[in-house]
């Protein structure tokens, strides 16, 4: 399949990793909108929020699961946010579900 993320999971295409386990891969964005700028995805390929269903929904717990440890080794003490963008009005780039883990300093209040 020819997919970014799932080449950068196989480590054909180089990433900034900041966490791994059997399930969760995660990395730094290469164009980074905050000071801490994660991509925290599945290892299993799922396209988008819109693949979810109940055979791989365990991988989005598995996500939100390492989320705290990630950004507690990021230091994020003083909060975070969480985004996913999915399909065109999303402006979802890559097709590999994602989660932007977003902090370090104050976000805008804006989301849209
Ligand atoms: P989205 O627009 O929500 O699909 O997010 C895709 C994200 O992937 C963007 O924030 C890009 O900066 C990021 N990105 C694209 N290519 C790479 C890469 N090779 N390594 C790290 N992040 C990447």
Redesign the pocket.
Known sequence: MDC?FCK?IAGE?P?AKVFENEWVYA?????PQAPVHV?VIPKNHIASADGINPENSALVAKIFEAIPAIVKAEGLTNGYRVIT?CGEDG????KHL?F?VLGGKKLSENMA
Do not use: G
Request: with cysteine; glycine share 0%.
């Open positions: 970014l950068i295409i990433s990395f730094r964005d290469i164009a991509l963008n402006c979802q780039s890559v994602h932007h």
